[in-house]
């Protein structure tokens, strides 16, 4: 019986850590593309028709969090006729950790691609500590 109550305070314990949001309508999903240097993690998020200015980057805790909006306006003068790119929200969300430098994170947007520089942290490095001799 002593079990069956530990195990029911550890679970009383546990922390929240995400908040679910709800949205009407759809939200799609952003292709990625990770690349990783020695010295930077570059993201490369594929969201045309988004506007700079409606897209949003949040940094929370460890969550990196992409969302915005994907709009489309008709050329003058013409109607579609077949359309596979759908507009609507957008979000992507990504765990970052003690290995990027936070204060030093940089968002450009150019030709319907948000490209995320992440800087790695410089590693610390051992260093010798010298004794005073009195």
Same mark, same amino acid.
């Not at 709800?22 to 993201?43: H, Q, Y």
């Not at 968002?107 to 520089?117: D, F, H, I």
């Given at each position: 019986?002593?079990?069956?109550k ?13 908040v679910?949001?709800t949205?009407?309508?759809?939200v ?12 930077e993690?570059?993201?490369?998020a ?5 506007k700079?200015n ?8 460890n ?14 003068? $013409?109607?579609?006729s $077949?359309?596979? $790119?759908?507009?609507g929200?957008?979000q992507?969300?990504?765990t ?5 430098d ?8 150019k030709?319907?691609?948000l ?11 051992p260093r010798k500590?010298s004794v005073?001799?009195?």
């Amino acid at each position: 019986m002593a079990e069956i109550k530990k195990e029911i305070q550890k679970k009383d314990g546990r922390k929240i850590e995400t908040v679910e949001r709800t949205r009407s309508g759809k939200v799609f999903v952003p292709a990625v593309d990770i690349i990783d240097s020695e010295n930077e993690l570059v993201l490369l998020a594929d969201i045309p028709g988004s506007k700079e200015n409606s897209i949003d980057i949040t940094l929370e805790n460890n969550l990196l969090t992409i969302q915005g909006n994907v709009s489309w306006n008709d050329p003058e003068g $013409y109607e579609p006729s $077949y359309i596979e $790119y759908e507009v609507g929200d957008f979000q992507r969300s990504f765990t970052v950790d003690e290995t990027i430098d936070r204060d030093k994170i940089k968002a450009k947007y150019k030709n319907g691609v948000l490209r995320l520089t992440l800087p790695k942290t410089e590693p610390i490095k051992p260093r010798k500590i010298s004794v005073d001799v009195e």
